[in-house]
T-cell receptor, first 114, second 115 residues
Framework: GQNIDQPTEMTATEGAIVQINCTYQ??????LFWYQQHAGEAPTFLSY????GLEEKGRFSSFLSLYKGYSYLLLKELQMKDSASYLC???????????????FGRGTQLTVWP | SAVISQKPSRDICQRGTSLTIQCQVD?????MFWYRQQPGQSLTLIAT?????????ESGFVIDKFPISRPNLTFSTLTVSNMSPEDSSIYLC????????????FGPGTRLTVT
């Protein structure tokens, strides 16, 4: 099974940097995803890590440590529009009909203050 | 990427009835999934919709309650049967475009309220 843990909520101010952590335990690992979800909307893809290290994409970066079962999402130069829920998800290493299943953490609600 | 549409976008249903949710993708995709997101919660995988065969259900979800169809590579339906207020949730269709692709996309969701 999967056990994915992330903080429930965080707050930060505009222009600041925030790091959202995620730890996971899984029976079969095939990648870690971060999604952003604004209230009432579908999740949108932010980043994907499958190897150790940092992936940078504009203001957002994501880091993965396979040994530690740990990831973080780093958001720089925060803007008000970044207020959203950030979901950490782990892809299952299945086969056939179970290939590619994605399991989500509870999400971290980020509030950015002016 | 893939553009996913769902029908209906929202519905209010009486307990004991059933609702079928449709998911349409603008291109052929290898994998389709159905998720549920209960109020204030994260996403829970219900099942993987398999083309031409029975869906693969996650623990806690059964075919009698959530029958799923996937007649082709662009379309799937999820039925919520014999509904109760506990089924009130957002139901999301999700797709993976190719076996080697990393990204997974989500539809806009269907907001279901059972009274």
């Amino acid at each position: 099974g999967q056990n994915i843990d992330q903080p429930t909520e965080m707050t930060a101010t505009e222009g600041a940097i925030v790091q959202i952590n995620c730890t996971y335990q899984t029976s079969g690992f095939n990648g870690l995803f971060w999604y952003q979800q604004h209230a009432g909307e579908a999740p949108t893809f932010l980043s994907y890590n499958v190897l150790d290290g940092l992936e940078e994409k504009g203001r957002f970066s994501s880091f993965l440590s396979l040994y530690k079962g740990y990831s973080y999402l780093l958001l720089k130069e925060l803007q008000m529009k970044d207020s959203a829920s950030y979901l950490c998800a782990v892809r299952d290493r299945g086969r056939g009909s179970t290939l590619g299943r994605l399991y989500f953490g509870r999400g971290t609600q980020l509030t950015v203050w002016p | 990427s893939a553009v996913i549409s769902q029908k209906p976008s929202r519905d209010i249903c009486q307990r004991g009835t059933s609702l079928t949710i449709q998911c349409q993708v603008d291109s052929q995709v290898t994998m389709m999934f159905w998720y549920r997101q209960q109020p204030g919660q994260s996403l829970t995988l219900i099942a993987t919709a398999n083309q031409g065969s029975e869906a693969t259900y996650e623990s806690g979800f059964v075919i009698d309650k959530f029958p799923i169809s996937r007649p082709n590579l662009t379309f799937s339906t999820l039925t919520v049967s014999n509904m109760s207020p506990e089924d009130s949730s957002i139901y999301l269709c999700s797709v993976k475009t190719g076996l080697q692709s990393t990204e997974q996309y989500f539809g806009p969701g269907t907001r279901l309220t059972v009274t």
